[in-house]
């Protein structure tokens, strides 16, 4: 009988697993390369702050990402803390993703920083075979990007996934067919997919809390304990059994984007400008996807922390504006409760692949929805100016399931390729300096905010490819001082 890591073995299917290692902090260290060695924590720095990732110097200290950030900063009070660039983690990401289709025409982005492979030339390879292929990806990676990235394979996208795991940081670990249940036994249950604090206490209960003693279970037991469908397919996982393919995912079904606010908004006034500026990052990943959606969503929440959400679905797809703001205010007015308004957030969703055929677009009247000539009135609202945008914070997927607070966290709807991860825009040109913003000037080049206050702003100069830079110190007016496009701090122009 063969062997399924022989050379030829049909059977010898191999996945691997590409995950970069703490992304959104390790490209802050690559771009700053002052801080590559120190503890960095990406997220928003205000009072509701929540860490969005965080550097492996700072997790030796118990930082972690979806922590909150006052937390993570009194465990790790040394640690420099960055507002994220999304713009930036974007353009990297596409990269990554760019060298993994190159080397694997079966491709399946679960987020902006990892990824499925399934290469059609790996099938019925020997271990070492994969582990070459491996080790080449990584090093393509990082010659494209940079940054160090850790890869796994095994039979399958659950193997794949844990040996990348076993990999961090910055390693490959390949789990030959043979030894898979000698790596999976051990490992406790909850680092099998789907197996959360519910059902991971559930086991406990019975006295399960390895994979291996999850396997060696009758499936009839774990199916009572997790139900049907979920007790079926975990105690299949744990024995090794996953044929799940790897497959591009599906677009996203809503696109959402919210805030929490670093103190309540107590007047309607405030309401509505927070709920323009969120309909302003929403509207721009509508329009990038080339899509128009029916159903605008609003969800707030109060100080108190309960959750209230309105709906409304119009006749026919749009994706104006104008429309977008007047449906969402007018849904926050019925959300907000009484008290304090903690969180805004606005979906849209029921997609069409193009906005409607006529020259019109649906629009809110008193009489309800009316069609209004699509060039009078639409594209921005009353008063905003659409380079003036609040940044974007986008959720982050892998570093930690949580959301950024402030100014506004954009969600990916679960399925989203890591290509739709929405591009950082700055707040207005004349908004006082803040630490960890890019910065040109003439003589100096590209820089960064260390520290800004009382008029006066200090900045390190220095990008991924001039190593540690020095610093000066200039009047928050200097003319010469310009905001900088985050790229140039990866790839400076010329």
Known sequence: MSSPDRPGAAAARWVLHLDMDAFFASVEQLTRPTLADRPVLVGGAGPRGVVAGASYQARVFGARSAMPMGQARRRCPHATVLPPRFGLYKAISEEVMGVLAEFSPVLEP?????????????AGAAPEAVQDFGARLRAAVRERTGLPASVGAGSGKQIAK????????????????????????????????????????????????????????????????????????LHRLARGIDDRPVAPRGAAKQISAETTFDTDLTAMSAVHAAVESICVAVHRRLVADGRAARTVTVKARTGDFVTHTRSETTPFPSRDLSTLVAVARRLADTAVGE????????????????????????????????????????GEPAGSDPVAAVPIVGRPDTEGRGHVSAPVAVEAAAGVPAADLPVHREQAADRPWRAGDDVDHPDHGHGWV???????????????????????????????LSRADPLRSWRPAG
């Open 162 to 233: 844990i040996a990348s795991e076993l990999a961090k940081p910055d390693g490959l670990r390949v789990v030959p067919h043979a030894d898979q249940q000698a790596v999976l036994d051990p490992l406790p249950v909850r680092s099998l997919w789907g197996i959360g604090p519910v059902s991971g206490e559930a086991l406990r209960r019975i006295g399960i809390e390895t994979i291996g003693q999850l396997a060696a279970m009758d499936g009839r037991e774990v199916t009572g304990v997790l139900g049907s469908a979920m007790g079926t397919e």
């Open 110 to 122: 679960v987020s902006v920083d990892e990824a499925f492979i399934e290469p059609p030339g790996l």
């Open 450 to 480: 260390q520290g800004a206050g009382h008029g006066r702003v200090t900045v390190r100069f220095e990008t991924a490819l001039t190593g540690p830079g020095r610093t000066c110190t200039f009047d928050a007016a200097d003319p010469q």
């Open 339 to 378: 008290g304090g308004v903690r969180l805004l957030g606005v979906s849209v969703s029921g997609f069409g692949d193009e906005p409607p055929l006529a020259l019109f677009d649906a629009v809110p009247s008193a009489q309800g929805w009316r069609a209004a000539p699509a060039g009078s009135g639409g």
